[in-house]
């Protein structure tokens, strides 16, 4: 009967040690493996890289059917953090909203330098202003410089 309970407490110490995944203050570099224009799993490889956590145990969010925002929370609420997306409409998102994030990390929305396509990459908010820390594709070319970024999600 020890051993049972014994394992029990073991198994929930894991599933609560699991619950509490936070995000991390630097990524850990996680590259994406599949790369569909569209479709591939940068979103997955960021999120992953942001809670420092194996690709395999991460959702790819693009192919969830409630649809990625939906699943990123789902996926948060799960490890015990939360996330707020933020629009940032060409440039003109509140900077005194952004400014409170100032030191996280998040993941940054724009346009592929390889094509006519999202990506995303991993972030942070220095002073005011995007630092870009890792993207997820093993080119490591970031985004498009001549778009702005259509939004960014922060996670707590």
Known sequence: FQIKTSLYIIMTDQAQAQ????????????????????????????????????????????????????SIRTFCHDHGSECIKIALGGGKSDGKILSEYNGKLCILRGKSPRGDFGHVVVAKRE????????????????????????WCMFFL
């Open 19 to 70: 619950q509490r995944t936070k995000p991390l203050s630097t990524p850990i570099k996680i590259y994406q493996t599949d790369f569909s224009p569209g479709k591939g799993n940068a979103l997955q490889a960021a999120v992953a890289s942001i809670f420092g956590l194996d690709l395999s145990k991460v959702p790819n969010f693009i192919e969830v059917p409630e649809g990625y925002e939906a």
């Open 127 to 150: 002073n005011d202003a995007f630092q870009m820390m890792h993207d997820p594709h093993p080119e490591e070319t970031f985004l498009d410089e001549g778009e702005d970024a259509g």
